[in-house]
């Protein structure tokens, strides 16, 4: 143990273990050159406490004797990675969303009569967001069997374990309008809601890495959802990912993003069709 860390004076990390801004820089370009996350000089402490519990579990004494041993592919890598990641989301995040998305299968199904729709949720996280895109397709269809399919992928294995099981407490379900809880949700256990059965069938979440150079997905995709990942990234990097999609994307198909991630410059693919909803376009 030791009382304070070298080469910094920040009195909100802690004292447990000690952690010099050299394991931190150490810890950043690791996560950098893995997974696009860039973190920034705030998130120190933060790094600091999510980390300090893998030393913990791992009974590492000390932050450069739990690097030394962190490769990529060793088994603690995915812990790594697990901690650091941040995974906010609930069911209706950005509502307006689901509405163009609503519409905009709508118009497919008249366009294409009888054909599967694909749909991808690229940062499912615990699985809400894919949930929604279900609903919003089985309201739209006004079946619990509509012709589409999502692919729901995260880096994050541990929440996409949660996103899989697809039980969630009441509180977790407060943006579903009741309508759709109700028909949507069975109670599995005292305020316990699960994803009924037939939506589940439409999901199909897989791990992956949007910085992976190859990606297990066929397209076309009539839509994708990548929201309020790509803020992490740096801009090449944003803008690669988005251009890997646009590959994916026949003309016509939407890209909605965070509502802080704006793509207007610096690429050709896709032009603003509404807030945070983009086009792919032609060519
Ligand atoms: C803040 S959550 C967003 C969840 C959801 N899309 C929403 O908007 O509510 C960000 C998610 O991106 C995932 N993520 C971070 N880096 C990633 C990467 N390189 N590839 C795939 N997913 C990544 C994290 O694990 C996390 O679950």
């Not at 998130?43 to 030394?68: D, H, I, N, Q, W």
């Amino acid at each position: 143990m030791t009382d304070a860390m070298p080469g910094t004076a920040d009195p909100l990390v802690g004292t447990e273990f000690a952690f010099s801004g050299q394991d931190f820089d150490r810890i950043r370009t690791l996560l950098r050159q893995h997974t696009g996350i860039s973190l920034s000089d705030a998130k120190r402490s933060m790094v600091y406490s999510r980390l300090a519990r893998r030393l913990r579990a791992t009974g590492r004494p000390s932050f450069s004797a739990y690097l030394e041993g962190l490769r990529a592919g060793a088994p603690e890598w995915e812990y790594f990675v697990n901690a650091l990641t941040t995974n906010l989301t609930y069911f209706y995040r950005e509502n307006h969303h689901f509405q163009i998305l609503a519409a905009h299968l709508k118009r497919l199904a008249a366009e294409r009569p009888g054909q599967t729709l694909q749909l991808w949720c690229a940062a499912a996280s615990t699985g809400e967001e894919a949930w929604t895109l279900a609903i919003t397709a089985a309201e739209v269809f006004g079946t619990l069997a509509p012709p589409v399919r999502i692919l729901a992928s995260d880096l994050d294995t541990h929440v996409l374990a949660t996103a899989r099981q697809a039980v969630y407490r009441r509180d977790q379900l407060a943006k579903v309008p009741d309508q759709q809880a109700r028909r949507y949700f069975v109670e599995e256990a005292e305020g316990r809601y699960g994803v009924r059965p037939e939506l589940r069938a439409l999901v199909n979440f897989r791990q992956l890495n949007l910085l992976d150079p190859a990606w297990p997905v066929r397209g076309p995709l009539d839509a994708v959802f990548c929201r309020n990942v790509l803020i992490y990234f740096d801009r090449p990097t944003q803008l690669r990912v988005v251009e890997r999609m646009a590959g994916l994307m026949p003309p016509g198909a939407l890209l909605f993003v965070g509502h802080s991630e704006s793509f207007s410059q610096g690429q050709q693919r896709f032009v603003l069709q509404g807030r945070t909803v983009y086009a792919r376009q032609p060519g």
